[in-house]
């Protein structure tokens, strides 16, 4: 029985990375040039770590229709990995960002590389569970791939249905699905055993958001999925499962303390919220018994900084920054008390000429002054502008000094506005 005792010696090793949203911008910035260097660390990564599985949960793409520059990125990538053996196989599952027929074109051409696409729900569960080989060619692992389940792919609307009949049925839909997924990799996993003798694991997919996952503030989940898709609880997921590999949520975590149910996290911050939080990849070792998770930390390629203060606050930090000397992208947020209409520009010039790149400066100043007079039982109508004006000082706490000038512009304003009317409209008034 020298064969049993090959993969009770040799685990086999999957590597879970999820949302890695290719051609994704940040604040109307390019980012090739990281998700470039990220793709590199992969290649290498799986070469090293003598990986036999890249699986990516979700969120390949950032858009439906991605720019020939993202979809090089991939291709590029996928070449390079299936070209100097860096792992025998690939699975690759659609997101909510990706779209169904482009993931879903170049399947059979990818099939060829060892390559194994899901973008939709097969025909049967038998489509979507896949037995993948070790490096002896022998059965090792069977993948149950669930790309992300759009209500339409599962069932046939009904009319006069409400927003609760309408979750209630996705997640069941949702769970039905996962039993169906379940019972045909267990199907695999006894034809194995009396086959061979030996227990294959099983590792599932899915792109959703697991009950009491995390978010950020900025990491474009949370509207997309509150209310139109509910919060999956655990127990969705079949028990014959070893492992789950999730996309969808981009902070890596597990879902309810359950180490082998995981969100492997986006490898790149897609928004400032994220920025500053660490990045990673699973690796997950598969023996005979039993599992073995490892995160394997993604380096940072492009650093990210969100600043939040008054001026002398923004001013110190960014000379900070700049003295650093490296490459940062910033957001910057003024939340100070006096007004400072040129802030942009006098950010730009501490900046000027260094490696620190201003992508979004938010005057929260200039914002609330936009925020409407308020509830003091006043109409907008019965007040002078002069009036609303002052209001407006008063509400926003504009320091005393500021005031009399911002009067005398205010003034301006609308006496110039007056002239115009009093010019083009002296019938009507
Ligand atoms: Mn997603």
């Known amino acids: 029985m020298t064969e049993e005792k090959i993969t009770n010696g040799t685990p086999y090793r999957v590597l879970h990375s999820s949302d890695w949203h290719l051609g994704a911008q940040l604040a109307g910035r390019r980012r090739h040039d990281e998700q470039a260097a990220f793709l590199d660390w992969l290649a290498g990564t799986l070469r090293r770590e003598a990986v036999d599985c890249l699986v990516v949960a979700g969120d390949i793409f950032d858009t439906t229709v991605p720019t020939n520059q993202a979809q090089r990125l991939l291709y590029d990538f996928l070449v390079k990995i299936a070209r100097g053996g860096a792992c025998r196989h690939v699975v690759l599952v659609a997101g909510n960002h990706d779209s169904v027929s482009f993931l879903e074109a170049p399947r059979q051409l990818l099939g060829a590389l060892d390559i194994h696409v899901v973008a939709q729900i097969g025909e049967g569960p038998e489509d979507d569970v896949f037995v993948l080989d070790d490096a002896a060619g022998r059965p090792a692992l069977i993948v149950g791939a669930v790309p992300y389940l759009r209500d339409r792919d599962m069932r046939r609307q009904a009319a006069g249905e409400t927003a609760a009949d309408k979750e209630r049925l996705l997640l069941e839909g949702i769970e039905a699905h996962y039993a169906k997924i379940g019972q045909q990799a267990e199907a ?31 990491d474009g989940v949370r509207e997309l999925y509150v209310g139109s898709l509910g919060r999956v609880p655990r127990e969705v997921f ?62 940072v390629f492009q650093r990210l900084a969100r600043i939040e203060g008054d001026l002398g606050q923004l001013q110190q930090e960014l000379e900070t920054l700049v003295a650093g000397g490296e490459s940062v992208l910033v957001e910057l947020r003024y939340t100070g008390e006096a007004i400072v209409p040129d802030l942009a520009a006098r950010m730009a010039e501490i900046v000027e000429g260094s490696g620190v790149e201003l992508l979004r400066v938010i005057n929260t100043r200039v914002l609330a002054q936009l925020l409407p007079v308020g509830g003091a039982g006043l109409e907008l109508g019965e007040l002078e502008p002069a009036e609303v004006f002052e209001h407006c000082l008063e509400e926003n706490d504009v320091p005393e000094e500021q005031r009399e000038e911002l009067r005398l512009c205010f003034a301006e304003i609308v006496a110039a506005r007056q002239a115009l009317d009093a010019g083009d409209s002296d019938a009507t008034s």
């Open 188 to 218: 695999l996993r006894r034809a194995e055993l009396e086959r061979s003798g030996r227990r294959l694991p099983i590792l599932l997919t899915g792109h959703l958001f697991a009950a009491g996952g995390q978010t950020a503030t900025d």
């Open 238 to 299: 079949p028990a014959a499962a070893d492992y789950v590999a999730l996309g969808h949520l981009h902070a890596a975590q597990t879902v309810a303390g359950d180490p082998t149910v995981r969100y492997s996290g986006a490898p790149l911050a897609v928004g400032f919220g994220e920025a500053g939080r660490e990045r990673a990849v699973c690796r997950v070792d598969f023996a005979e018994n039993s599992i073995e998770v490892e995160m394997i930390q993604v380096p």
